[in-house]
């Protein structure tokens, strides 16, 4: 199994910043891609970004491509979210995922517990 650990989550006024990042442990895999998804309040879950963890292959989500920014790390098994000039329309329940093989796209097979970003107007 793999454990997906999030945090940097929180409130912020918009046009504000935050970084979220997330840490995997457990099971690790010679090619993995991790990512983020986000629900908003009475919305459906919402692919947001990934990155396989050799960076051969990334994708942004074109509602926020200019603001946010999807790195990884391999040597720790973790990867971040920059969220830049935030909108309170990107508040949501952030979730960190992961999947064996390299490709960003969806489907993912691991979930984290996900962090809550709150947006104030």
Known sequence: QVQLVESGGGLVQAGGSLRLSCTASGRTFSRSTMGWFRQAPGKEPQFVAGTSMTGDSTYTENSV????TISGDNTKNAVY???NSLK???TAVYYCAAKRG???LPPYDYWGQGTQVTVSS
Do not use: H, I, T, V
Not at 65 to 68: S, T
């Open 65 to 68: 491509k200019g603001r946010f």
């Open 81 to 83: 979210l920059q969220m």
């Open 88 to 90: 309170p329309e990107d």
């Open 102 to 104: 390299s490709n960003a």
